[in-house]
């Protein structure tokens, strides 16, 4: 394992003998697979989901999007490429045609021969296909996982019929009995029908339940494979050993007295606000200096930033002009913020403010299964209280969505793509002539990161 330090590399007896240290710099590991059960990664694993989550130290981000990034990661280290496990499978397979062939002499008194060497071709390609299926149908895989788990499915179907269909007419034509005779001793005779009935079946089922699951595998909602806790833990013995880290947000402060504006500045205000559905949303726009690049408050419906916070929403209510864009997670709460921004006496239901929905919607996101799409009964329950209003503008499929408790949450995303999609809306917004009509289409990388790809684009489907 090397030091995350120097790069000198210590193994097991190495790191033992210095008590868990780096035997040249004695820099402390933070983490050992060999001697920890609750971390199965290494110290330029966990630096390297470090760095990619603050793009290479250039943007701050929030706890749980590192957890997002994180399971991701170590998701993708359990994944078998498609050639070794072809490799292996072959390899398994091979093995068992000629290992148990050797064994049928000392047990065909429980049973025939040819009984045995089926039954074990059965229950090697059984266990494969069990594995697979649970796999392609697992909430915590990834959807890549699942769908890579599928096609093996169907790969695998095809090797057991070509290689049961083989074996059998090499049986039936007699070009296999010497050499069963030879290995197995005893067997004079192997049922050359038995063997092609069972490889079909099996080898049909296979490919059916592989191409079923390839086209359900964008059904089955995520989950996380580690927890909230287990993160927050892992995050402070790096920084125990390590240092603190530079871009990770701290959780937002509790609600303070607000700070009252110099009449001076009463007079200016800010032509563009954004609003967003929690403060931790809010915090990431503004630790990553969004409303100075975009010249634009940066407010929570929840009340950050707290120190400032009523002072700023008076200053954008006396702007006749003003631009209030929303930007939330796809949920209940969410799809109904533009609708509370409009209508509430709190907000700006008394100015002629422009409001304009950036997402997250259900209709942006119930299309790409590559989102951390989760699901929950209390977003269920939560859906059910909606208000006419915003019922009118999902459309059918979206409240549908809803209804089932599914979700999915900005902090899915890495910051990156997070300021770029909000950056992007904006843009559209004065490209669009006004019209209050966005949806985000995205298509997800190979390492299934949940990001958006591409950019806004003009849509016949309103969010508010």
């Known amino acids: ?141 990834t959807y890549h996982m699942r769908r890579l788990s599928a096609r093996k499915l169907q790969i695998a179907g095809g090797w057991i019929l070509i290689l049961g269909i083989g074996l059998s007419v090499g049986l039936f034509n007699g070009i296999l009995q ?55 833990n892992w995050l402070n013995r790096w920084i125990q050993f390590n240092g603190p880290i530079e871009k990770l947000l701290p959780s937002p402060r509790e609600r303070q007295a607000s700070t009252p504006i110099s009449a001076e500045m009463a007079h200016y205000s800010f032509d563009r606000a954004i609003v967003c559905d929690s403060a931790v949303m809010a915090q990431f726009l503004i630790a990553n200096n969004f409303h100075f690049e975009h010249n634009c408050a940066v407010l929570s419906v929840t009340g950050y930033p707290q120190t400032i916070f009523d002072s700023v929403l008076q200053m954008l209510r006396g702007n006749p002009a003003l631009q209030v864009y929303v930007l939330h997670d796809a949920s209940p709460r969410g799809v109904g913020l533009a609708e509370r921004l409009r209508t509430s006496s709190q907000w700006f239901a008394d100015s002629t403010a422009t409001i304009y929905d ?24 939560e859906a059910q209280q909606l208000t006419p209003t915003v019922r ?28 770029r999609i909000a950056t992007q809306g904006i843009g559209w917004s004065r490209m669009s002539g006004g019209e209050n009509r966005f949806t985000a289409w995205a298509t997800a990388s190979d390492a299934d990161d949940g990001d958006w790809r591409g950019m806004y684009r003009a849509s016949d489907e309103s969010f508010g």
């Open 178 to 232: 010497p050499v069963l005779q030879v290995v197995g001793g005893n067997i004079q005779y192997l049922n050359s029908f038995g063997l092609f009935a069972t490889a079909t079946i099996l080898g049909i089922l296979s490919g059916y339940l592989g191409t079923q699951q390839l086209n359900r595998s964008g059904e089955t909602p995520h989950s996380f494979s580690i927890s909230h806790r287990q993160v927050r």
């Open 392 to 419: 009118q503008q999902l459309t059918v499929e979206a409240l549908a969505w809803l209804n089932a408790g599914y979700f999915v949450e900005l902090e899915s995303f890495t910051p990156r793509r997070l300021l």
């Open 358 to 381: 950036l997402g997250l919607s259900p209709g942006q996101v119930l299309h790409n299964p590559r989102f951390f799409r989760q699901q929950s009964k209390k977003v269920a329950q």
């Open 1 to 141: 394992m090397k030091c995350i330090r120097c790069g000198t590399d210590s193994n097991y007896n190495d790191r033992l003998q210095h008590s868990g240290q780096c035997k040249k710099c004695k820099h402390p590991f933070a983490f050992d697979p060999k001697a920890m059960t609750d971390a199965n990664f290494t110290d330029p694993f966990f630096a390297k989901a470090i760095a990619q989550s603050s793009a290479e130290a250039t943007l701050f981000f929030t706890p749980k999007q590192f957890l997002y990034l994180f399971d991701r990661r170590l998701k993708s280290k359990s994944i078998l490429p498609m050639s070794r496990w072809l490799f292996r499978y072959l390899s398994i397979q091979i093995a068992g045609l000629i290992t148990v062939p050797a064994f049928i002499t000392g047990m065909s008194f429980l049973m025939p021969g040819e009984v045995l060497i089926i039954s074990a071709i059965v229950l090697i390609n059984i266990g494969f296909i069990l594995q697979l299926f649970s796999i392609s149908r697992s909430s915590e895989a």
